[in-house]
């Protein structure tokens, strides 16, 4: 399998201005490393000097110290961190910076769908992540209990974060889309023993109801004591008296004062779901010196994050970059976005509306809602001073070339680079990323983050260049989760299992002669047509170069004669006829960029793909549809309905 872009050129090349002034560079000089080659060397061949290193760059700081930075002596799969230290991440995140000048300085901003706006001091933060702080403890929560957070991307939501986490309690962040099934499971798997949740959001001009979800699972749930609702949307709820409490009732009456708990570094501070092919998702296990660090190091590092900066990522709490955007950018002393609604509602230039309005630096993006906005072309920038964005940042998905470089050119005026970042909710971040020193190629990663010993393996456990191989990792990570929740075998089963201590990620990967690596999709998302395997991204590649196409996904079916057999979907621009022109013209493309042994069975015209809020497209789900198979856990869906377009469509 090989990929185009392996002889494309360097797009682009940082100047001196975002050399000279960024993070990595002021770390590397901090330690007299020379070049970035240097700092992979010592990252991952040292990991204790480096995990302290970041520790004291980011200014962790504990209550009690720790006596060794990590201690391997139950195997590389489950290493503890910062043994013996005692801290909290909160007092990391707000608590350090009262009485000092950064106090004054934003923490969050946000918007509405309605256009209504609020920002938030990091000492009015403080005060009513205090607040909320005490309400919990007020219902008798504390250290070690669970807390469900099921709201729509208020500023609450990141109060409602941070709260848990400073009365010692483990947070679990639940999607805003999930429906009564996908809640009830997850919050019953984490034993929650109180949720956040709101009456409803607004959404393209109307109110969905989210209470009456949060009722229906927690009909399920005995252990759910205390439900705490914020009147977001202004819908009339039912409530269960002495279960249920307003967030206005409990939360805005109490203190502005709070204890911070004192926690152990690797004491719990949150379970983060993912979904799996088949069974129970998996819940990721992650600490208070853990995911925090790993998230303000990648911030830091990759996306070139300053105080005085505002970052916003297109995502939901309930996905990883959700808390990764909270914690990252509090533990930087910088300001962190959010938006509550969608982004094309009123009218489809929503996004660089509040790209303008608020100054935001840094604003990380999918290449499916790229995709989805490329047909209204530059006039969509029009009015809007985008001078602010210094980096674009991307997550979630493998972008074609067409995609990547309208953003490259036509929005970032071909002098702002897009950080692409991959890796995962295990990972707490990445494990590769672009970043401000080193040169970019289309669709590209730079480099393997610092302290992350990535590799790419052939079947047989060899490290390749310039080939497509399983994307591993050899050495620990502050960042690496603590296993899954209560099944630790299946966490060593999913990622540790194939070749001895060695972390299996399950994306396809490949490096080039000049370095840059190449994330190619989900290792068992690959086809292989007649013994030569075909990563998807690659026929996805060729049909939305076509003018007509937006979007498209590629799938293998079994085929009797070449064991398997690619199958196409493909949306279309407006008011594009789905004909046979269009898919003979189509499959000529595919035949000429890949050969003919690997054209398509067949070319499908649908409406839509299932995708996560994320915008990630679920290949496994089309293909589950398409051949009448079980799909697995489809709750992180946002459009369930395109599966039943695919099953017509056979």
């Known amino acids: 399998m090989t990929h185009p872009s392996f002889s494309d050129p360097v797009v682009w090349q940082p100047s001196e201005d975002y050399i000279d002034h960024a993070r990595l560079t002021e770390f590397m000089r901090l330690h007299g490393i020379a070049d970035y080659a240097e700092l992979m060397q010592r990252s991952t061949q040292d990991v204790a000097w480096f995990t302290e290193a970041v520790l004291q760059f980011l200014d962790i700081r504990f209550y009690e110290p720790y006596s060794q930075v990590i201690d391997l002596s139950k195997g590389i799969a489950w290493p503890q961190w910062c043994v013996g230290g005692q801290m909290n991440i909160v007092h990391n995140c707000l608590d350090k910076y009262i009485g000092t000048p950064t106090e004054a300085q934003p923490a969050l901003v946000w918007e509405g769908e309605d256009g209504a706006t609020r920002a938030l001091s990091y000492a009015e933060l403080h005060a009513q992540v205090n607040q ?4 919990l403890r007020s219902l008798g929560l504390h250290k070690g209990d669970a807390i469900g957070i099921f709201m729509p991307m208020a500023p609450e939501i990141a109060v ?3 709260a848990i986490a400073k009365i010692g309690g483990i947070i679990l962040p639940l999607f805003s889309g999930y429906g009564m099934e996908a809640v009830a499971s997850r919050l019953a798997d984490g034993g929650a023993k109180a949720l956040f949740t709101a009456d409803g959001f607004p959404r393209r001009g109307r109110r969905v109801n989210m209470k009456a979800i949060a009722d229906l699972a927690a009909a399920q749930l005995p252990q759910l004591k205390h439900i705490i609702v914020l009147n977001h949307a202004g819908l009339d709820v039912p409530f269960t008296q002495g279960r249920d409490h ?6 805005d009456t109490q203190s502005a004062q709070a204890e911070t708990e004192r926690t152990a570094a690797e004491d719990p501070l949150m379970i983060i779901y993912t ?8 819940g990721a296990l992650h600490t208070h010196c853990g995911f925090p660090v790993k998230a303000a190091q990648d911030m830091a590092f990759g996306t070139d994050v300053h105080p005085d900066h505002l970052i916003y990522w297109m995502t939901d709490m309930g996905w990883m970059m959700g808390p ?19 982004h094309d509602h009123p009218s489809h230039d929503r996004l660089w509306a509040l790209v303008a309005r608020h100054r935001i630096t840094t604003l990380g993006v999918s290449p499916t809602l790229i995709r989805a906005l490329i047909p209204f072309g530059a006039r969509q920038l029009n009015g809007h001073d985008l001078s602010s964005l210094r980096y674009f ?17 036509v929005v970032g005026e071909s002098k702002r680079p897009i950080i692409n970042y991959s890796g995962g909710t295990e990972i707490s971040g990445g494990i590769v990323m672009g970043n401000p020193i080193l040169p970019l190629k289309a669709t590209g990663f730079a480099a393997a983050c610092p302290g992350i010993a990535a590799d790419v393996y052939d079947e047989n456990g060899q490290p390749v260049t310039g080939q497509v191989g399983e994307l591993v990792i050899t050495a620990p990570w502050i960042g690496m989760t603590r296993g899954f929740w209560q099944d630790p075998q299946r966490y060593e089963e999913t990622y540790w299992s194939r070749w001895p201590d060695v972390w299996v ?8 002669a000049d370095g840059q690596w190449y994330i190619l999709g989900r290792s068992d998302d690959t086809i292989k047509v007649a013994g030569k395997r075909l990563g998807p991204a690659e026929v996805e590649s060729v049909l939305v170069a076509h003018p007509e196409v937006v979007e498209a996904a590629a799938i293998g079916v079994p085929d009797e004669l070449k064991g398997s057999s690619v199958v196409c979907f493909c949306v279309l621009a407006a008011g594009v006829a789905a ?9 000529a493309s595919l035949v000429a960029a890949l050969g003919k042994p690997l054209a398509p069975r067949a070319i499908l015209f649908v409406s839509d793909l299932p995708k996560t809020r994320n915008a990630k497209v679920m290949r496994r789900m089309v293909r589950a549809a398409y051949l009448s198979e079980d799909p697995g856990d489809t709750s992180s869906l946002v459009n369930p309905q395109a599966m039943d377009e695919i099953r017509r469509a056979r």
């Open 132 to 135: 909320a702080a005490n309400a």
């Open 393 to 409: 940042a991307s997550t979630g998905e493998p972008w074609n070339p067409d995609p990547w470089r309208w953003l490259f050119e």
């Open 275 to 282: 979904s799996g092919t088949t069974g129970r998702p998996k």
């Open 579 to 587: 004909d046979d022109a269009l898919r003979r013209e189509l499959r």
């Open 246 to 251: 307003w967030w206005h009732d409990l939360v």
């Open 505 to 512: 990620h399950g994306d396809w990967a490949a490096r080039d």
């Open 324 to 342: 990764w955007l909270v914690f990252g950018a509090l533990l930087l002393g910088a300001s962190f976005f959010l938006y509550d609604g969608a």
């Open 160 to 162: 409602a974060l941070l």
